[in-house]
């Protein structure tokens, strides 16, 4: 299995602009998290998802962030409109079922810049 | 205060030393996660438990569940060991949801 994909690896945008990052999880892994990273804060929890349906959103900063996750291989991340401060490293994770809890496996992470 | 809390935050060490990394924590949890993320920024599972202990190769990590620590030891590290470690729990009822600790630096060198 390639592992999980993210893309792109690296985006440059300007404030205001709609921001996209996308996320394959692993194939038959039913739980996907999106976390950020930044030097201030460290990694955070932004949303998971379990069997494609959102569970916990609380960590989402505030409206301008939405995840979908249309179907079991893609969910994206959206932003809109970016903001400087958005700028970070995005994870997308994903873990199977089956138990209560689960090792996560990682995505190579987006690298947001917001200029 | 943080849910999570490691130490040290930074860490140097020589070629050959034996490295520990603490993480405390203060609320109820269903699991204890270490990770490792590499200069390139790729995060890595090391290991996953609720008690005891695990090893793999030259790492171990243990927990003491009634004293809310965990450790993670390096056994003759290497340079290539040079990392932050990255300490998260799930919390009870939470079901798979990570809080993480800060981190540890560590640098090792020849």
């Known amino acids: 299995d390639a592992g999980v994909i993210q893309s792109p690896r690296h985006e440059v945008t300007e404030m205001g602009q709609e921001v996209t990052l996308r996320c394959k999880p692993i194939?038959?892994?039913?739980?996907l998290f999106w976390y950020r990273q930044t030097m201030m804060r460290g990694l955070e929890l932004l949303i998971y998802f379990n069997n494609n349906v959102p569970i916990d959103d609380s960590g989402m900063p505030e409206d301008r962030f939405s995840a979908k996750m249309p179907n079991a291989s893609f969910s994206t991340l959206k932003i809109q409109p970016s903001e400087p401060r958005d700028s970070a490293v995005y994870f997308c994770?994903?873990?199977?079922?089956?138990?209560?809890?689960?090792?996560?496996?990682f995505g190579p992470g987006t690298r947001l810049t917001v200029l | 205060k943080n849910e999570v809390e490691q130490s040290p935050q930074n860490l140097t060490a020589q070629e050959g030393e034996f490295i520990t990394i603490n993480c405390s924590y203060s609320v109820g949890i269903s699991a204890l996660h270490w990770l490792q993320q590499h200069p390139g920024g790729g995060i890595v599972s090391l290991f996953m438990?609720?008690?005891g202990k695990k090893k793999h190769g030259r790492l171990i990590a243990t927990i003491n569940i009634q004293e809310k620590h965990s450790s993670l030891h390096i056994t003759a590290s290497h340079p290539r060991d040079s990392a932050v470690y990255i300490c998260?729990?799930?919390?009870?009822?939470?079901?798979?949801?990570?809080?993480f600790g800060t981190g540890t630096r560590l640098q090792v060198t020849l």
């Open positions: 994770a994903s873990s199977p079922s089956g138990r209560y809890y689960n090792e996560q496996f």
């Open positions: 998260a729990v799930t919390l009870t009822g939470t079901a798979s949801k990570l809080t």
């Open positions: 438990l609720s008690s």
């Open positions: 194939s038959g892994h039913d739980y």
